[in-house]
């Protein structure tokens, strides 16, 4: 076995002692198989779980209602599995809240739900509704505002958060890899030249740096990988620039002087390797960093726009229920950020020991 791959197998044995790391990695997994089948998980598998029952707003969690499924005017394809696995597959069929049916021949007389004690009577006919016409939902966490179902939302708003971070950490990490390298490498007016665009960047607060980049590209879902991901550069080309001068310093890397190895060669085949340990533990902060950025920008309206769920922006929909009757319809997407800004903080903190190889023997 290589010192390489003997080291990995060390780290690896380290972190699996650490319970905290462990449960972060276990709650990011989940997270990650959520995300990906949110649209066969989710109680509402419409496009952006967006179907809306304007009647069902703002229900408490655990509510049921029963359902009459009316045939839509107009034909619905059937959504293949690849389909549904990205974008979710449009009703067939829209669900008209009952208190009460019965039917009679050809048709099926309901009282639609309205509103409490309120009740109105519709008839239809068998060819306009399913096969099986009649139906039960629970709403484990309740209905937004809109009537959309809670629970839902919060499954295919994980795609986003996780996208988000993911995105985010890819364009952090390959600026921040080669402004560092180069700054730490070369030293003099190269560095000088980075460290003070860096440092521009670093004195501008963050929520106005990825307001004024949010601004110029305009709002939506790209448009905030982007902004969060360029305000992420500045931790991980700074520590990278002084991963770099300490090790540019050590013998092997003069060997490959010595050898006649290109600049190019030395930094990505002998000193970046070599420094990925500080870097994977910054990339998982910053990725726990920019869940909370983006939810922050949804809130604020600048981040993802509705009807695509994003936690923040569930948030900012329903935290006048806060101070109302149903706290749990803008507590629950906070539960869902806290938690996996938790497990992120964890895994981090838990990669940082293990590869802290200082002082073991």
Avoid: C
Avoid at 43 to 49: E, I, V
Avoid at 65 to 82: C, G, H, L, M, T
Avoid at 187 to 192: A, L
Avoid at 311 to 339: H, V
């Amino acid at each position: 076995m290589s010192q390489s791959q003997s080291f990995q197998a060390a780290a690896w044995r380290r972190l699996k002692k650490n319970k905290g790391a462990i449960f972060g990695l276990i709650v990011i997994a989940m997270a990650v198989l959520i995300a990906i089948f949110a649209y066969f998980i989710a109680p509402d598998p419409s496009p952006f779980a967006n179907r809306i029952i304007l009647e069902l707003g703002g229900e408490k969690p655990g509510f049921k209602q029963s359902f009459i499924k009316v045939r839509k005017n107009k034909e619905v394809v059937a959504s293949s599995f690849f389909k549904q696995l990205v974008s979710g597959k449009e009703d067939a069929y829209y669900y008209v809240p009952i208190v009460s049916h019965e039917q009679k021949g050809d048709s099926i007389i309901v009282q639609k739900f309205i509103d409490e004690g309120l009740s109105e009577r519709q008839a239809f006919h068998t060819k306009q509704i399913a096969a099986t016409p009649v139906i039960t939902k629970k709403f484990l966490l309740g209905t937004d505002k809109y009537g959309r179902d809670i629970l839902s939302r919060i499954v295919v708003g994980t795609r986003v958060s996780l996208s988000v971070g993911l995105i985010t950490v890819i364009i952090s990490l390959s600026i921040g890899l080669v402004l560092g390298s180069l700054a730490g490498y070369f030293r003099g007016r190269t560095d000088d030249v980075i460290m003070w665009f860096i440092n521009v960047i670093w004195s501008i607060p963050t929520l106005l740096l990825v307001f004024a980049i949010t601004l110029a590209l305009g709002k939506g879902f790209w448009q905030v990988f982007i902004a969060v991901g360029l305000t992420m550069l500045v931790n991980v080309a700074r520590l990278v620039r002084g991963q770099v001068l300490v090790v540019r310093e050590l013998e092997y890397v003069e060997a490959t002087r010595a050898l006649g190895f290109s600049n190019f060669r030395t930094i990505v085949r002998h000193i970046w390797p070599n420094i990925m340990g500080p870097v994977m533990v910054i990339a998982a902060s910053n990725f726990a960093s920019a869940i909370v950025i983006e939810a922050g920008l949804s809130f604020l309206g600048v981040g993802v726009q509705p009807p695509q769920p994003s936690w923040g922006l569930m948030i900012k929909e329903n935290y006048n229920f806060i101070i109302t009757q149903n706290p749990m319809l803008a507590l629950a997407p906070g539960f869902a950020i806290m938690l996996l800004v938790l497990a992120f903080n964890l895994l981090g903190n838990g990669l940082r020991d293990a590869l802290n190889v200082r002082g073991r023997i």
